[in-house]
């Protein structure tokens, strides 16, 4: 299996940019496409962006296509999301998430992903 660690989250004014990071251990990295997902206070958790193993394939949620930029490092075992021009409504905690080159389903959906980190807040102040 992979284990997944975030960073990267913090307190950021409306209009702000935070970057996010994701180390992952264990397995081969590039095995696995990776996606970001976010769940605020009292929300259910909702897709935020994924990369394909090799990186040529990005996926985004309407809400942030345009602000949000996934990108993944397989030699430093990282994936990123770069995230501008910061709204209130982005506050959530941020989870990165690791899903297997067999898995099935749509990148969009949590269920498809295998292993999770723990989550790093983001806070955006208005």
């Known amino acids: 299996q992979v284990q997944v660690v975030e960073s990267g989250g913090g307190l950021v004014q409306t209009g702000g940019s935070l970057r996010l990071s994701c180390a992952a251990s264990?397995?081969?990295?590039?095995?696995?496409?990776m996606g970001w997902f976010r769940q605020a206070p009292g929300k259910e958790r909702e897709f935020v962006a994924a990369?394909?193993?090799?990186?040529?394939?990005?996926y985004y949620a309407d809400s942030v296509k345009g602000r949000f930029t996934i990108s993944r490092d397989n030699r430093e075992n990282t994936v990123y999301l770069q995230m501008n021009s910061l709204k209130p409504e982005d506050t959530a905690v941020y989870y990165c998430?690791?899903?297997?080159?067999?898995?099935?389903?749509?990148?969009?959906?949590?269920?498809?992903?295998?292993?999770w980190g723990q989550g790093t807040q983001v806070s955006v102040s208005s």
């Open positions: 998430a690791a899903r297997r080159l067999d898995s099935s389903g749509s990148y969009y959906r949590g269920l498809s992903y295998n292993y």
């Open positions: 990369i394909s193993w090799s990186g040529a394939s990005t």
């Open positions: 264990g397995r081969t990295f590039s095995n696995y496409a």
